[in-house]
């Protein structure tokens, strides 16, 4: 099952989700939101497709460190200037699935131990 991975190097969670996923078997293709950043399509499809109080971590220090009027912005154009806003990781399968988070339901949905 191809899939890729968005999340940040420095992030726990997307590293221990990243070792049960080699450990799974699973093909990955691993990207780092800062580095590589997010394409547009793909952060409209998951605000689409999830919500985007699902997408944006507005418990991190990156959205404290924001004003009222980029918060209240086009929430499209914030994720792409600031990519750490999003929550981690996201996993995008070839089926056109997307999950986000690293929670039991995913796992499960991988195939892997919750």
């Known amino acids: ?6 999340g ?16 799974g078997g699973i093909n990955i293709d691993r990207k780092d939101v800062r580095a ?6 793909i ?6 497709a999830h919500g985007i109080d699902a997408v944006i971590n507005k418990r991190s220090t990156t ?7 980029a918060r209240a912005g086009d929430p499209l154009a914030l994720l792409q200037a600031h ?16 999950h986000i988070g690293w929670t039991s339901q ?6 892997l131990d919750p």
């Open 83 to 98: 990519p750490a806003l999003m929550k981690r990781p996201v996993i995008l399968l070839a089926n056109g699935t997307s």
């Open 106 to 111: 995913v796992k499960a949905a991988l195939g």
């Open 8 to 23: 940040l190097t420095s992030c726990d969670t997307c590293r221990v989700a990243l070792k049960a996923i080699a450990a």
């Open 63 to 69: 959205w404290r460190g924001l004003d009222e009027e």
């Open 43 to 48: 952060l409209s499809q998951l605000i689409d």
């Open 1 to 6: 099952m191809p899939a890729t991975f968005y």
């Open 36 to 41: 590589d950043g997010v394409p547009a399509d």
